[in-house]
């Protein structure tokens, strides 16, 4: 589906509730009506009785309407200790409330409304309680026994009940214009007061007082990935200690629940206004989603102007790989990733998937084709999953496609260990092989001798690399730019910074908005680039024209990767083989290596071209000549 969207039907994208893991999302948590704040640990809330035992005792009613309650600065402030009683009056039933709540802090109980009479002429009654009033309801199945939990994910959790049946309780009546009157005052309670102690009103429900500035301050850091207990050590440092916190954690936790679950139902339709205005602002900005045959979000991708310019310049080589728990949905996100001049690593585009498969991959890159106005890479790197590698084959036919080394190596750890601990040099000996082979023969040569000398022939997971080492050992890939890259490593650590912004907890539309927050500080270090390079210039280390030709046309970081093969190109020594067309370059043994391998090269040069080509093809798969020595 295209970017352009009929927003008369996107409610009907919205996820389905019923998709999402009830001990993992907010959907049995949380209803239209409801207005209390949840905990984000799922499994202290039960599934039968939703918010009302889980409110009783810890939980802060965290309530946007409570606040002309809670902060109304003009309402005169009574006595802590001062008692209501019979017949007296209020000029508004937020004083009313003010006064009752401050009462109770004082005696150490927390109030609550239970009722209001309403007419024609509006609200005419309304009753305030002790939040100890009534008793806990547990609405169990019927069927199920107490105990039982063979139909639950996980174990049921023993809860305290924080009711008690209290009778205390204040009853006003509006007796003319703004005028509230009290009629009834029952002031005994049937349970133990909160003692007066600097932890009094953080247990108190109605006492866990969070002002519009507090909230707005947690929800700045929340963007900021800012862990809860974080954010309320932060706060206790501005208000001079813990004890002045009036909440708790848990009802920082609380907030920001209720914040990602105010968008159930319609968190796809608020992400999508989102990307219109973005497309508004910046007309290359671009998004396509993807639905099922009842118009359920499958899945969805987007790439702002400057991913897609940069893909334009720096988009020969992608890694691509997929990560989990960054959203409420438990969607994979797909990255697509390169490198820019300073080695950078960047994004070409987002998507969100529903599952890993062929389809839905194929889906995915020719979407990702499109907004990259068509331009296939040069070469791909990803892991070795075999949907990806289909897809792949689909729809980039002419795209170098590379498993990452690493994920070879490391399934090779787990399968070779005991080989490992019976050959203490094996493991050396074969990366040795691997990494230094510069040509396809040289590799199949040295692999072979390798394999003879240690007689593992019968190796299964060694004949099992061997079989596929065209997927991904180096030598076979020399010929084809890579930008140095052998492995998905970018993508592992882009998707490592990713979860440092985002939590399985994240609602899609506050997703986009910490990867867009990500994203612009990506653009902002690759700008803060540019202009150290056009700034300051760095030091030369030869007097050799090539140097200063290399430090005008590279960036800071890639002249820093030159300058160090060119120092290293002074341990060569050059063997002309045939004259000014083949050249044998040795390599002297580095001091300061601690693994050192034996390098030779062969030189050809092309000087009416000035043209120099090693069969190293470090140009070709890097960028950079490894051998300058020929060049002075």
């Known amino acids: 589906m295209s970017s352009e969207v009929d927003f008369n039907s996107v409610a009907a994208l919205s996820i389905h509730v019923e998709d999402i893991d009830p001990y993992t999302g907010f959907e049995d948590i949380l209803d239209d009506d409801c207005v209390a704040g949840s905990s984000t640990h799922v499994e ?195 208000e001079g200690g813990k004890d002045n916190i009036p909440f708790k954690r848990k009802d920082v936790s609380n907030l920001i629940a209720m914040d990602n679950a105010k968008l159930l139902g319609r968190d796809v339709e608020t992400t999508l206004m989102n990307f219109q205005r973005k497309k508004e602002e910046d007309p290359e900005f671009f998004y396509a989603i993807d639905v099922d045959e009842d118009g359920c979000l499958k899945h969805i991708f987007w790439a702002d102007g400057r991913s897609r310019r940069a893909y334009l310049e720096f988009g020969d080589v992608v890694t691509f790989d997929t990560t989990y728990n960054t959203n409420m949905y438990s969607m994979p996100l797909a990255p697509f990733i390169g490198v820019n001049h300073h080695r950078q690593s960047i994004f070409f585009g987002m998507a969100l998937l529903r599952s890993e498969t062929t389809d839905n991959f194929c889906w995915l890159f020719e979407t990702w084709l499109k907004a990259m106005y068509g331009k296939h890479p040069v070469s791909i790197i990803t892991d070795q999953d075999h949907a990806m590698r289909n897809a792949i084959k689909i729809v980039f036919p002419n795209t170098v496609h590379r498993c990452c080394k690493w994920h070879v190596m490391r399934k090779a750890k787990e399968k070779l260990a005991s080989l490992y601990g019976l050959k203490p040099t094996f493991k050396t000996e074969m990366e040795l092989v691997i990494n230094y082979s510069s040509t396809v023969s040289d590799f199949e040569t040295r692999w072979m001798a390798m394999i003879e000398k240690h007689k593992l022939k019968d190796n299964k997971h060694l004949n099992n690399m061997y079989e596929k080492r065209s997927e991904w050992v180096p030598a076979y890939f020399r010929d084809v730019f890579f930008a140095d890259m052998s492995t998905t490593q970018r993508s592992e650590s882009m998707n490592a910074l990713l979860k440092m912004w985002l939590t399985s907890h994240s609602s899609i539309y506050k997703f986009v908005m910490k990867i867009d927050g990500m994203i612009e500080s990506i653009w902002q270090s690759e700008s803060d680039e540019d202009l150290i390079s056009m700034d300051k210039e760095p030091h030369l280390w030869s007097m050799y024209d090539m140097e200063d030709h290399a430090r005008e046309v590279y960036t800071k970081r890639v002249f820093k990767e030159f300058k160090e093969l060119l120092k290293r190109s002074t341990l060569g020594k050059a063997i002309e083989k045939e004259r000014d067309v083949l050249y044998e370059v040795n390599i002297a043994q580095n001091p300061k290596k601690h693994i050192w391998v034996p390098e030779s090269y062969v030189v050809s040069v092309d000087k009416e071209g000035g043209i120099f080509s090693c069969n190293c093809k470090g140009f070709e798969f890097e960028g950079l000549h490894r051998i300058l020595h020929i060049a002075f």
């Open 44 to 238: 202290d809330i039960d599934p039968y009785t939703g918010f009302e035992d889980i409110l009783d005792d810890d939980c802060v009613v965290i309530e946007e309407v409570e606040d002309e309650k809670k902060e109304d600065e003009e309402e005169e402030k009574p006595e802590e200790n001062q008692q209501p009683y019979v017949g007296m009056e209020f000029k508004s039933e937020v004083e009313a409330y003010n006064f009752y709540n401050k009462y109770g802090g004082y005696k150490g109980f927390s109030i609550r409304k239970n009722s209001r009479n309403s007419s024609s002429k509006g609200v005419t009654s309304v009753a305030y309680v002790c939040s100890k009033e009534g008793f806990s309801k547990y609405r169990k199945q019927e069927h199920m026994e107490l105990g039982n939990s063979s139909n639950k994910k996980t174990p049921e959790k023993e809860k305290g009940s924080g009711r008690t049946g209290c009778k205390a309780y204040l009853r006003l009546k509006l007796v003319k214009d703004a005028i509230w009157q009290v009629t009834k005052f029952h002031d005994i309670h049937n349970h133990n007061l909160v003692p007066n102690t600097s932890a009094r009103r953080r247990i108190l429900q109605s006492q866990k007082l969070m002002t519009n500035n507090i909230k707005q301050i947690i929800r700045d850091l929340t963007d900021q990935n800012i862990e809860p207990s974080k954010i309320l050590a932060y706060l206790s440092t501005l």
